[in-house]
């Protein structure tokens, strides 16, 4: 069954709206970040990576965002460039705000931490001027990332998207992708999530960015409680990740399916949610099965947490099914199916 | 036929939410602000004249609210609790935030303009720690005013009072009550006031506000299909002011009633509205027919455009009712319907 | 002996720097403002205050200032115009900033209290562009009022002003001027006041004042002290202020010179002291004797706390002199003098 | 000749107060900042590499700074420790201010250039109540990095010191350290640098920072009218620094003394300054000669702009005096004297 139907004849597969920054990703790693000394440079942001992810995949995509008005905004906008991702939309800043920067601290395959410098900064910047109708209308899908909600003028820019897509008919995925920084409540979290979250056609979000959505709603649901709430609002489908334990998809017609992480050797604990939801919409966009978007997302999922970046490790469409063929060759069919 | 069921076991009969401000009206008017000399002190702010309103009619009301932690602030609670109201949730502000001010420029019975003090101000600093969900249980309705949404931490205040409301299927009124100071853009008024009015259960505004209120939903709607627009949503009546041509109340099975100002001799061309807004929820929280409430409404604003102030001068049931059958007397029993 | 040369080839006598603001004083006073009902508009702020008490003493003074771009912005424009003081640095402020207001509670002839409005306000907007040389070339003296130096820009434009004053051998009069709204910390206030009186021809403070200006440099002095102090410095006349036991001028020759208030039945307890500094002032301009000086201020300072307003009870010549003239045929000569 | 009399009594050899920071230098350079792709993490900012660079020649330092409450706080504060800097007046900041962070763009020997993140940064949260009058007479000099002066609260702090330096009779030292960042306008530096310079003993700083310094007070000066202008209010010892022309220190007693830099194979175009400052202020502590001062400075700066990172490789005198000698063998005793 096809829980979203896309436009074929809009120009763009996907545009995410929010953030695009740098990753500092220590070379000499497993120490704190005090210790290390030297740091890799990668285009990072939960929305970025996906939008590059998608664009290994084969997909076009816009995006809406504002960048710093720097060196550091000419190395985003030109690797975007490369991805073949459409810049037009992408701004810089005026009031010399700066791209965000993540250092991360890589203790272990399992322990991560990471430092942010998100103060007056560059994609929080992105106002509703910069958000036109015709833009959306040309986008078989917009996606909006939880984050470009935490700070105004970013956040009624994501919320005037969010009207602007559902008066053309544009599906909506809302990526909840909590962050502490930048937000001041539980309260003004739960006001905002539960208002994009109330109007997406798709929700991905783990168990506790779920909680957070629904605080003001109806606190203490369960998965299936949870899945059924938004589909009472407009969601068809309502994604739940539990991390090592898999995730599972609920779609409007009462339907689950579940999908297991693929073994893997991690070198670090992050990464993975940005390969699953790109994988995942691509198979999406694809009109593929429910359970079939899912193993394609589990699978990119536990590429990038083998490799040392995120978005310059995002795989093409060969390297994933290669992947999972050679997984299920050593494993057996079922490997990443619960 | 009763359009909203009000649950008689609450305690609160309204709680509007939103701002507590001073008007300084000229007492020496007909003149520039500039040349008059001198100015009488009221309490002012459209919820404040609208909880005033409902107790000299008889009613009890909630309020939240921050207020100044002054002589003002002092006034202004003082006020409150010689009408009656309850002002357990007006706390004061911790910053030297100060009471808003509305110096009135009256030049003649038709222009008027305002000098509005609202920079760093009380009234929006309203937070999310101050609404709680026992008092919204408490309360038969809750009023929120449009212009609580203009600026954070109000503004989240407001739309968690709004959550809360749902969750304790508590009916919202929505006084859309625009006020250009605060608002950075047309589109973040949409924004707002389209999440608030798709909420509500009853709407109050003029044309203009319902044309900023659909401007990232639907522009360039008529009377009735803006009504069929919110009726579409959770909205049971929506009222559309129309000034001097009178005001319609648009029910949601189909009907629509029209009502006009009655005839008086005016001293200043504002102070209506929120007459008519206390007098009209009167009579819809005591059952009446809608055209009844609107009768009564109508009234109540003639009587605030003849007086010198407006919360001062609310009337009580006796003599609104004496007004209504004075002029029904004089011309004829359907003077105010149209 | 002269203690400060004016040059008498410079258009302005005097060029303060500084707050225009609102005086609203109750009608019905001797009362708490919350019960007050009715409040005068009068033109306020002690430089503007100053300036209008040397017009009407017949000086002619410029003045830098930013006022609020509304009917209050025109109301003390034109005020200024009408008594004939320059106002071709008075700008308009860009950003929606307000004009300070104060209100005043009245209590007794002994008791006041002030709240006051300044927030965002439109005197501290003053900024580094505001202030031109040759303006400062035409003064014969360039008041700077304590208050500009509380908040940025307008901090630095005062301190700019000071730069240039002794940059084009201007002498600069410090009115200490100390209002505890607005500034952030005891440090930052004994910083910004200890700069400017250490460039300083003339100072006047009351000795609380003077405690505050020396608390970084030299805690705990004594009157004489103090003037040795600011003597070693630039200044040539310190004015140290003790309320109702009188004031003294202690000049840089080793001199000092003291007054006592004239007799008077107050109408409040505030209000003399800009009275004080422009009829002062006057006399230094004039060229008298520091001791007649001291007697005109004195004089005006009673005429002033008998009166309901400030500016617009400041006295001509005529009146200070038959007023002095008056007292001392009742009280004998000495009635003033210590 | 003795121009400067430090207390040997004292605990602290200097104590500078300004800002710490993080140099992210490229090791892949000589290429854009964009292209660049692995950044090495180095302690940074003027003040701080001068009391890396003292403590590296064996002198004691104290210090007044803000830093952020993060790993890269542990960071610094953990070398400062390691260096023997004095680091009980090193505070956390409480608002999630972060360090500031210097990437820097090597593009070949000659040029090089800057992205600065400096928003909301720690270093300027530096306010009043960090600066101890105690800590001040432990110190037997204070240095201001201009810097500290650009925002408030450090502003303050900066100020207060020199104030409370002035009062315990403490040589205060003036780095005048111009960066763009943070500042307002020209006439802001002027006023600021203005009223510091004109309380400092010592002054380093360049042709072009002086006239900055000067703009208010005289501009246009020469060399030597810059000199005499601050001997004419504080200074002993005025230090002009021309780039690779050299550098000259004016005393009060009308000497100058010149000196040109050493010749070496450059790195990068910056980071000399830093180990200039520290080798000139080792000597003045150590009672040498001006141009015996100057020398030294100058050879420290050599080896800096021949290293990869600034505070990592300040030297130790052994180093500095063999490179001297090793110059003056090859080159000639007079190599670095004008």
């Known amino acids: 069954m096809k829980y979203i139907e ?15 920054t740098i990753d500092l990703n220590p ?43 720097d060196r ?6 030109d690797y975007f460039k490369k991805e073949g991702i459409d810049t037009s939309r992408i701004r810089r800043c005026e009031n ?40 959306i209308k040309q986008s078989k899908a917009l996606l909006i990332s939880g984050t470009a909600l935490a700070e105004s003028p970013s956040r009624e820019a994501a919320l005037k998207a969010l009207f602007l897509a559902k008066k053309t008919d544009t599906p909506v995925i809302f990526d909840i992708d909590y962050r ?38 109806r606190p203490g649901l369960s998965d299936g409680e949870t899945a059924a709430l938004w589909h009472s609002r407009c969601a068809k489908i309502v994604v739940i990740k539990h991390g090592k334990e898999g995730s599972t998809a609920y779609t409007c017609d009462g339907q689950s399916y579940t999908v297991k992480p693929f073994p893997i050797k991690k070198l670090k604990g992050f990464g993975g949610g940005d390969g699953y939801a790109s994988a995942f919409l691509y198979g999406l966009l694809e009109g593929w ?21 995120c978005a310059d490790s995002m795989p093409d469409v060969k390297t994933v099914r290669d992947y999972i063929a050679d997984c299920k060759q050593k494993y057996g069919e079922m490997i990443a199916r619960a």
């Open 6 to 20: 896309f436009d074929a004849n809009r120009k763009f597969d996907l545009t995410p709206l929010g953030r695009i």
């Open 27 to 69: 070379v000499d790693y497993y120490k704190t970040l005090a210790e290390s000394t030297t740091y890799r440079k990668y285009l990072g942001g939960s929305p970025a990576n996906i939008a590059v992810g998608l664009s290994r995949l084969g997909k076009k995509c816009g995006f809406f965002a504002r960048v710093s008005d």
């Open 72 to 77: 550091f905004g000419d190395y985003v906008t």
């Open 96 to 135: 010399g705000e700066k791209l965000g920067l993540t250092f991360t601290e890589i203790l272990s395959e399992k322990e991560s931490s990471i430092l942010m410098y998100r103060n007056k900064i560059a994609d929080l910047q992105l106002n509703v001027n910069d958000i036109d109708e015709e833009y």
């Open 180 to 217: 502490a920084y930048n937000w001041q409540s539980e309260d003004e979290l739960g006001v905002y999530y539960g208002i994009a979250a109330g109007q997406a056609d798709v929700i991905l979000g783990s168990r506790e960015e779920y909680d957070l959505t629904q605080s003001l709603i």
């Open 289 to 309: 099965e429910i359970i079939d978007c899912l193993e394609f997302g589990s699978a990119s999922a536990s590429l990038l947490v083998a490799s040392h970046s």
